[in-house]
């Protein structure tokens, strides 16, 4: 009985200590959990801190340098070595006589193209009369401002007879002149234009007030219901007012800018840049002010503020603009060069340098904006295309769980690679995989699902029947338990480990859809910076700078910041799940192509915009799952679905990509012009 008894107790202890260790578990683990993040929290603090300090003292070390007599004087001689050093490149690549001779025919199709946009494009007499005699139901008057100091004689006159020589009759030109005692002669110019027609009205003022300020005199003289903007040593097109109050007419614009051009030598077929821009894009705008000339737009936009802040100074347009096309859902681009803007040792078109303090102006009148629509926490950094051109980091909020949905059927080496890359690289902690399995047929990719398995953020989802890529990733997304889904292709690999930061910052936004990535084939070249509708021989859809190198700065800059585009590729594509679900996800009726352009599309038509980011990299190794779609059944196929596509988004593709200039030719991905 004694024996029985000290046995019970021996059994009651071991159940009681057993008992205890598994109520001290789960704390146990939770500790050593904290323990670790605090860890790695303290590291990645500690680490930001010492890359912050390299920073400054770089920085420190770079503005000595910069502002060393001798560096200044020496300046020539870099830009002379740096061209001998480009020349010397260009010949190591002489080996791909393929590229090197497509360059060189790009290089002269558009300087022969630059001279069609030049004076070649102004009216004949008999267009002109035409214009002129042209009677729109709403014939507004526009009043062009014109802020004036120590202007060149030269500049000033050409200036003031572009105006004159406009084809629309009913515009004045407000000038208010701040020019000291030894440029007297503006003023007697200016005058003498005044004298012989009333539409010059001219103004001489007791101080000059800088750009801002004598642009706001000059604002105070105007009667027109319109405003525009101009530089007192540009030029503008003769039918620039023609053409901006046809699209007031039209369109009902309230606010208008068009295409431009920078030109040297005091000759405007001399052009140095051609600027053909996309159409109203809010990312772009804040990253760059691709609009800046010709604003012109309507005066009930400033009611209640300012037209220029004198504390942007420098970058006052771009405050300007901001702060306008806020106010209106009318911004209409007129997609024509009516703008010359003069390049000459004093003007930021020649070189940003001239005006330094317009950079920070630019990257305050940035974060003005941003805080007026609520963001906080952002940065604001210049990129390698120019000073003014910029990356804007958000914060993310929350640490959302992020699913990632990868369709694959055998390819265990792809496979393998990809998610390793994701697993490896990726500082994004809250995600999940899932990989949707259809038909694979070899062991050793159900051996390697085997291995995922150990892994708790991967799960395997089988998908039956025929292949059709909507279904699949529709089915992984079924699964999803994410509050944003990234579709990506198995034969991707990542680059940049915050790529999935980078792409969060936009899909987290309300009123952002699809965001996509930069995608690279395995000799660095890109094979997916943002699509355009349209483009390409099947008129269906194309990626633009396809081929081009990695370092390549894009278009105007475009491969160096985050922007607004119709489509993003579905190799590498985050939405909100609820996004996805909101439109139907991939549409079904595209099995294999154009599921994710129609995607897009949906998006758009739904009251999203997609933004591609060039900040998000990896490598896509495009084709190796399922081949290419040029030969056979595969060929067939795509023009079916081509042709299913054309059909439904037939409205779509009349009216153009809004982001892509028609100027531009939809038979290349380069940008070039139209024959």
Known sequence: MVEKMEENQKQSEVTEAAAENNNLQPEKDYKEAYEREHYKSVYLANRVAELEDTVDDLQFKLNRIKNNPVWKASAPARKCMHWMIRQRDRLKNCGDLQGVWAKMKYKAYERKAMTRYGTASFPSEEEAKRQRETVFPRMEKISILLPLYNTPENFLKEALDSVKQQTYQNWELCLADGS????????????????????????????NEGIAGNTNQCLKMATGNYIGLFDHDDILHPSALY???KAINEKDAEYIYCDEATFKNGDINKMITMHFKPDYAIDNLRANNYIC??????????????????????????DMILRLTDRTQKVVHVPKMLYYWRSHPGSVASNINAKPYAIESARGAVADHLKRHGFSHFSITSTRAFETIFKITY?????PKISIVIANKDHVEDLRRCISSIIEKSTWENYEIIVVENNSETKEIFAYYEELKNDPRIRIVTYQGEFNYSAVNNLGVSHAKGDYVLLLNNDTQVITVNWMEEMLMYAQRPDVGAVGAKLYYADKTIQHAG???????????GHTHYRQKRENLGYMGRLC?????????GACLMVKKKAYEEVGGLEEEFKISLNDVDFCLKLRQAGYLNVFTPFAELYHFESVSRGMDDKG?????YNKESERFREKWKAQLEAGDPYFNPNFSLDKSDFSLRV
């Open 633 to 637: 059944e595969k060929a067939e196929r």
């Open 531 to 541: 699509v355009v509708i349209g483009l390409g021989a099947h008129r269906t859809a």
């Open 561 to 569: 910041y985050a922007q607004n585009v119709s489509a993003v590729t």
């Open 395 to 399: 914060e993310i909020i929350g640490e």
């Open 180 to 207: 000291d005692e030894a440029h007297s002669y503006v003023g007697d110019i200016c005058q003498k234009y005044a004298a012989d027609d009333k539409r010059f009205v001219y103004r001489h003022l007791e101080k």
């Open 293 to 318: 000339h010709f604003s012109v737009f309507h005066r009930k936009l400033l009611d209640g503020t300012e037209l220029f802040r004198p504390q942007f100074d420098g970058s006052q347009d771009h």
């Open 243 to 245: 053409e901006y109050v």
